[in-house]
């Protein structure tokens, strides 16, 4: 039973006055007595017991892998967060944050955080000791030097780093690597690579508009994405433009919290997406509702597109591919068309798919074809890196010299990598992040030894957890830096405590919205956490004390500094501003020349044309045109599905206590048609299973998923082993390689079975 | 092999126990742990026989440290409070009241006040000044902290650490050592 703290000393004493009062009272010398081993220190002479009565009011920005990428406000008083609030300067976020933003507090003073440094003897085993910080370092850097001393290099030491954590100073983790040689890098991501690559052979590069304007759509079409509950602050944009007579479709093969919301939603059989798409291409060809300007001036091959479409895409065909009837696709695109401006919002989920590039292709075809692309309200909304032009300071420290790497010439590449390497001698290793499990098992010369885990939980986020067990038991050193007693960590030799976002300072944007915002240190880090950089720094200086000259990172870490040294004019201008400290102030928003990406039309393609015509996409193996690619063939009798869920961020959030309480245990959604089929009644146990694992959960039964599909929410439950990550197998998506380093995956092309438990 | 600590021996017994509890809970290492757990072994001879340094830090890490979500996370707060957290109001409690005997914690800021250690510290600190002074507003403060802060949470802490499944019978025995001890203090 918990009852409120009744106060110490009489409550009295929460009132500054009488707690005066009853300092004098006490009248103590000040002098600690003599008890051996005091810890409690005498407060310095002179030292008032000050109780601040107002806030101090810091700037921080969520730096989690969402569309939304929050300006916060902190309130702190103390030396301790009281509350947090949105920042309503920015009228993105306009003043509030999301169910995951509101629990911040709550995750910096968890009593489950990790920390201090430790160590386990024996992965797995749960049996950990604490290590002093230069006791961790000094380890990892002698591991280090010993690796360097049998190999003659360092390509044995790999990181596994992505979106854990998105503030700029972080990609001083890969700067970290860097300075420590040429080492194994893992590229790639899972999030949306086949659709940047795309964007990238349409259009020259992933660039969306604004997501404020789409109030002026006339007709927003979300396909694959469900901002209801993955980006909560786009909504009020979706609803004004509703306001104004817009209308609103949803395609998804599960019927969202976002498609609840909208005028129609559309249940299209999961991969089917690039069919609908062209079948609607096909209908507006015959009904010649195409926009010739924009196909004729400012597009290549549009002449081509139509003939493939004539000869390969019928109506029938579209709608048995689709599972949409082909009066649904006619009566859609015909609005589509016939509404000026329209939009699609093409989600992450549409592909990571096996034709998740050829998916992104057809539908900004689509957008292209009806003269939606570089238009305000319009556009095919992806995702863009506009704003992403910092220095990444902490990134581009040289090797040190006599280091040895790849002699291949292929220089690292990835989404959010912006340092051109295409002239260093030599490289490092590139792997793909996506096959971390076959990655390690596979490599040779040298064989893998020790892998640095950053911003990231592959034993909650990576396929095939037994394959990767297996991996991981390869390995001779396993680093983890993070907030929190994961499966990744579990798998550690030495885990290290990072600090939460109040703890240090950097810098954030998005890959959405075109807010810019600083991060203040709001607080001191709790116990003995420190930030990737400064990790980066202690290792470095331990580095050189065994063997000078052997890393080039900076020995001092000030994050203040740091944070600083990100910005350039580039950036000031480019959010008007003449300072960083601007930003103390609060967000700032890019000054756009128009809200519509391509507004005028110069396209970074080969061309400078929108291509549907890609010989760039045939030059990398694709077909050139938006062609339809066949769906991936099941490996078992239904599909699964597991996208995000409303409380976490992959594995971010659903280990508070706070989500456990709204959401306290994963379920298994199920068709009731497919239930009774195998006598599965709703709350009962089943086991899902296939060729690579299997779990047991609850089921939950809803005509919210299709009869052949099954779902579960991605997450990580602190005291569950559940993981759908057992079940799942590393598939590639066909795009993703030429931008990001390595294809993407087919998270959404996957099979199970299930039966009753 | 017990070693003694001088240092201790002026003190009475109940303020013996009292050092070496908040040794044991303040401990970072395995070897600081048993020595700990060798003091209190000398003054409460029905604790369980001593295991070795690793063995006792493991289990002591799986109950109060982490990495894992420590099963009984020693912050008063994480009781008292409305929310399972720490930094929270019986946190602030305990700042208060070590603010008002002129006293702070090393770590404050970075590390709760109302850790156990520090608050059983602090239980010192007010036995050693009434024992000098014969003060009765520290009496009273001293009282009042256990009756309404101390005895509310630890029992509940105490809880916990008895109903964790193979953890070291040692820091279960020295866990109800506090709770006596805390118990004993009461007047
Ligand atoms: S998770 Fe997204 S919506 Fe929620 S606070 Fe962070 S950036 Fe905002």
């Given amino acids: 039973m918990k009852k409120p703290c009744e106060d110490l000393v009489g409550k009295a004493l929460r009132n500054s006055v009488s707690r005066r009062q009853f300092l004098k009272a006490l009248a103590i010398s000040g002098a600690v007595a003599s008890v051996p081993g005091s810890l409690l220190k005498a407060m310095e002479a002179g030292a008032e017991v000050s109780y601040e009565e107002a806030f101090e009011i810091f700037r921080n920005a969520c730096p989690r892998n969402c569309f939304d990428t929050c300006s916060i406000k902190t309130f702190v008083k103390d030396g301790m967060i009281h509350h947090i609030e949105g920042a309503a300067e920015s009228t993105f976020t306009d003043g509030g944050l999301c169910v995951k933003g509101y629990s911040y507090p709550r995750r910096v003073y968890s009593p489950d955080r990790i920390k201090y440094p430790m160590m386990q003897v024996g992965r797995g085993s749960g049996n950990w000791k604490r290590i002093s910080w230069d006791e961790a370092i000094d380890r990892i850097a002698r591991k280090i030097h010993e690796i360097n001393d049998k190999d003659g290099n360092l390509l044995s030491l790999a990181l596994d780093k992505y979106s854990g954590n998105f503030g700029i100073t972080h990609y001083g983790v890969e700067g970290m690597m860097s300075s420590l040689g040429y080492t194994t890098r893992f590229v790639g991501t899972p999030c949306w690579p086949a659709g940047i690559d795309a964007q990238n052979y349409d259009m020259g590069e992933m660039w969306c508009n604004d997501p404020e304007d789409m109030v002026k759509s006339k007709y927003i079409i979300v396909w694959g994405a469900n901002p209801a509950w993955c980006s909560v602050h786009s909504m009020k944009y979706i609803y004004e433009a509703r306001e104004k007579g817009a209308k609103v479709v949803v395609i998804d093969p599960v019927l969202t919290q976002t498609a609840a919301k909208a005028d129609q939603y559309i249940q299209v059989k999961t991969a089917g997406d690039g069919a609908l798409a062209l079948g609607m291409a096909r209908h507006l060809l015959d009904k010649g509702m195409i926009d010739q300007s924009f196909v004729s001036q400012h597009a290549l091959g549009f002449e081509e597109f139509k003939a493939y479409l004539k000869k390969n895409v019928s109506l029938d065909w579209a709608a048995k591919e689709s599972g949409v009837p082909t009066l649904v696709i006619q009566q859609l695109a015909e609005e589509f068309a016939a509404a000026d401006p329209a939009t699609i919002w093409l989600g992450y989920g549409l592909q990571r798919h096996t034709n998740g590039g050829a998916t992104v292709r057809a539908i900004d075809a689509l957008v292209a074809m009806t003269g939606n692309i570089g238009k305000e309200g319009g556009g095919a909304r992806y995702g863009h890196l506009r704003t992403w032009g910092f220095n990444y300071n902490a990134m581009v420290n040289p090797a040190p010299e006599g280091a040895v790497g790849m002699m291949d010439g292929k220089p690292i590449k990835g989404d959010f990598h912006f340092i051109d390497g295409s002239k260093a001698k030599f490289t490092d290793r590139s792997m793909n992040m996506n096959q971390l499990a076959r990655e390690i098992l596979n490599s040779a010369d040298p064989k893998l030894r020790m892998l640095w885990v950053a911003c990231r939980n592959p034993f909650s986020q990576d396929p095939d957890t037994a394959q990767l067990q297996k991996a991981f038991d390869t390995l001779e050193m396993v680093v983890v830096v993070d907030q929190f007693f994961t499966k990744t960590v579990d798998q550690a030799d030495i885990v290290l405590p990072h600090t939460t976002l109040f703890e240090e300072n950097t810098v954030n944007v998005s890959y959405w919205h075109y807010w810019l915002g600083i991060n203040e240190q709001a607080i001191q880090p709790m116990y003995e956490s420190k930030s990737d950089v400064q990790i980066a720094a202690m290792l470095s200086k331990r580095m050189n004390e065994i063997k000078a000259g052997s890393c080039t990172f900076p020995v001092e870490m000030d994050t203040q500094k740091w944070m600083e040294k990100e910005f350039n004019q580039g950036i000031y201008d480019f959010f008007g501003i003449s300072s960083w400290k601007d930003l103390r102030k609060g967000p700032v928003k890019a000054k756009l020349p128009s809200s519509a990406a391509w507004h005028d039309f110069k396209f970074k393609t080969p061309s400078g044309k929108y291509e549907f015509k890609s010989q760039l996409a045939a030059d990398h193996g694709h077909k050139a045109l938006p062609e339809y690619r066949a769906k991936r063939k099941p490996t078992a009798s239904l599909r699964l599905l597991t996208p995000h869920s409303k409380f976490s961020i992959h594995s971010q959030f659903q280990n508070l206590d706070f989500m456990e309480e709204l959401n306290p245990e994963p379920l298994v959604y199920i068709h009731p048609k497919t239930a009774v089929q195998r006598g599965i009644k709703n709350g009962n146990m089943v086991r899902i299973f296939n060729r690579h694992g299997e779990l047991k959960v609850k089921a939950s039964l809803t005509d919210a998923v299709a009869a052949d599909e099954i779902m579960m929410y991605q997450a990580w439950f602190r005291n569950s082993p559940f993981n759908v990550q057992n079940l799942l197998d590393d598939e590639a998506a066909d795009m993703g390689a030429f931008k990001t380093g390595a294809p993407g995956i087919a998270t959404h092309d996957q099979f199970a079975e299930i039966e009753k438990a | ?187």
């Avoid at chain 2, 404050?108 to 602090?122: K, M, N, S, V, Y």
């Fill in chain 2, 1 to 187: 092999m017990t070693e003694t600590d001088t240092t201790l021996t002026p003190l009475d017994t109940s303020s013996r126990l009292g050092c070496s509890l908040r040794d044991f809970f303040i401990a970072s290492n395995g070897d600081d742990l048993l020595t700990a757990f060798h003091r209190l072994n000398e003054l409460a001879p029905e604790l369980p026989r001593p295991i070795s340094a690793d063995s006792l830090e493991f289990s002591f890490n799986r109950l109060f440290i982490g990495p894992q979500a420590p099963i009984a996370p020693p912050f008063a707060s994480v009781y008292q409070d409305e929310d399972d957290l720490v930094m929270g109001r019986a946190t602030q409690d305990a700042r208060d009241l070590y603010h008002s005997l002129g006293l702070v914690s090393p770590w404050q800021g970075t590390f709760p006040d109302d850790h156990i250690a520090l608050e059983i510290d602090a239980c010192l600190q007010m036995k050693a000044r009434i024992a000098e002074t014969g003060s009765n507003e520290i009496t009273t403060l001293y009282q009042n902290f256990l009756q309404e802060h101390l005895l509310q949470w630890v029992p509940q802490f105490a809880a916990r650490v008895y109903s964790a499944e193979g953890e070291a019978p040692q820091i279960l025995g020295v866990v109800r050592l506090t709770v006596d001890w805390l118990q004993n203090e009461l007047t």
